[in-house]
């Protein structure tokens, strides 16, 4: 069965921490996407990034970046020298299309990110 | 352009009374997805709807709960009968399709509070 496990439940950092937030996840799908989600204390979910199964080319945008590792099924999710603003719940989610796309989220992982 | 809008923002009901949750999808996307989010169970997906297809229900917890999509745009979702653990924020998302696994785009929520 599809699962995504977010272990961290809290991190807290000072501002220009470099902070890593760990996402494992479950699939029998050969073909899947895995996502990251912000919720910033106004509630709303917003996308942060998409990567499908067979595209493991890590990415960087700005302060952002993530690792894929489909050898240990982990989409880390870094973000560098954080700030402020970052401050929020992140989730990550697998999507199967077998399944209607639909989204599997983690628990979600705080983090707090103090002057 | 505008993204994905819900209303009301905040419904407070009393329990044993219907409500109805109104999502407005982003302009020509055919998939719209409810999602429910409460502490004890994080976020979970509850239904799905492709273009006029039949909605895939597999997620709704109840009978109590149920809804529509009309004209395939906006959607309602009903629950009857509400009783105290429907208190959640519900969550409505679109996107394009669903062939390819497009990003869902999240609206800003209801929050549900049944006293």
């Known amino acids: 069965a599809q699962k995504v496990t977010q272990a961290q439940t809290e991190i807290s950092v000072v501002e220009k921490e470099d902070v890593t937030l760990d996402c494992v996840y479950e699939?029998?799908?050969?073909?899947?996407?895995l996502f990251w989600y912000k919720q910033p204390p106004s509630g709303e979910l917003v996308f942060l990034i998409r990567r499908n199964s067979f595209d493991e080319q890590n990415e960087i945008s700005g302060r952002y970046s993530w690792n894929f590792q489909k050898s240990t099924s982990s989409f880390n999710f870094t973000i560098t020298a954080s700030q402020v603003v970052d401050s929020a719940v992140y989730f990550c989610a697998l999507s199967e299309p077998s399944r209607y796309s639909t989204l599997t989220f983690g628990k979600g992982t705080m983090l707090l990110v103090s002057p | 352009g505008a993204g994905v809008s819900q209303s009301p923002s905040n419904k407070v009901t009393e329990k044993g009374k219907d409500v109805e949750l109104r999502c407005d999808p982003i302009?020509?996307?055919?998939?719209l997805y409810w999602y429910r989010q409460s502490l004890g169970q994080g976020l979970e997906f509850l239904i799905y709807?492709?273009?006029?297809?039949?909605?895939?229900k597999s997620g709704l917890p109840s009978d109590r709960f149920s809804a529509e999509r009309t004209g395939g745009s906006v959607s309602t979702l009903t629950i009857q009968r509400t009783q105290q653990e429907d208190s959640a924020v519900y969550l409505c998302a679109s996107s394009l399709r669903t062939g390819e696994t497009d990003t869902q785009y999240f609206g800003p929520g209801t929050r549900l509070t049944v006293l």
């Open positions: 302009s020509g996307h055919t998939a």
């Open positions: 699939t029998r799908d050969t073909t899947y996407y």
């Open positions: 709807f492709q273009g006029n297809s039949a909605p895939d």
